[in-house]
Structures are given as C-alpha cells and as structure tokens.
Nanobody, 129 residues
Framework: VQLQASGGGLVTAGDSLRLSCAAS????????MGWFRQAPGKEREFVAG?????????????NYADSVKGRFTISSDNAKNTVYLQVNSLKAEDTAVYYC??????????????????WGQGTLVTVSS
C-alpha cells in the first residue's frame, strides 16, 4: 500500500486548506484512514480518522482530536481511494507536517500511532499569523 499526501502550503491565519491522501495498492475491504501531524519540536499527534468500507457497512465512522473539532472535517471518496481533510480557521499552532496513514483496524478509528500500518510522506502546512 502506498499513500500520497498533498495539499499543504503557506497560508495566513484564518485561511482554509484541503489536504488529500490517495491510497494505491492492495487494501482490505474495511480499513481506516487517518491524519496525524507533527509540529516543529513536538511529537506526532493524531488529528482525525475515518473508517472505509467498500460495502458501506460500518464505513464512515470518524474520530477527531479535541483540538481540531469544529474546524477540521475528514471525508472520503471510495471510488478514488482518496481521503480528504478540510482544515478551516487555521491557526499558527496548526503549523506542522501532516501525515496520512492507513490502519487495518476495521471500523474502529484508532488515535494511536502504533495502530496504523502504512504511512505517507507528509505534506507541510505553514500558517502565518
């Protein structure tokens, strides 16, 4: 499985971005796609995740970090094997490298980094105040 993240950039506080993560290769019928981020000098942290199911059952479950609830929205386009993270009302503290990851955990969306099996290369989001 390969994950390709894109959509990062330099923005001003209050702006919005849409990050994308395209998955390729062989995946299971049910899995989870998640976004993590790592700010300079900090550990990588969970941002959001969504469960994916090809038959629709148990798919669409989401989980968000408290710090992004109400500002970030995760969604998926199963036909394109792509997950999106809409990030609104960006703050300087949202500056980080954003990574997408895939977990074979089924319908439960884990917030623990160790539960994810595959990782993308990351896309940098820089928010100027």
């Amino acid at each position: 499985v390969q994950l390709q993240a894109s959509g990062g950039g330099l923005v001003t506080a209050g702006d919005s971005l849409r990050l994308s993560c395209a998955a390729s290769g062989r995946t299971s019928s049910s899995y989870v796609m998640g976004w993590f981020r790592q700010a300079p000098g900090k550990e990588r942290e969970f941002v959001a995740g969504i469960s994916i199911s090809w038959n629709g059952w148990r798919g669409g479950n989401t989980n968000y970090a408290d710090s992004v609830k109400g500002r970030f929205t995760i969604s998926s386009d199963n036909a394109k094997n792509t997950v999106y993270l809409q990030v609104n009302s960006l703050k300087a503290e949202d500056t980080a490298v954003y990574y997408c990851a895939l977990s074979l955990s089924g319908s439960i969306v884990p917030a623990i980094e160790g539960r994810y099996n595959y990782w993308g290369q990351g896309t940098l989001v820089t928010v100027s105040s």
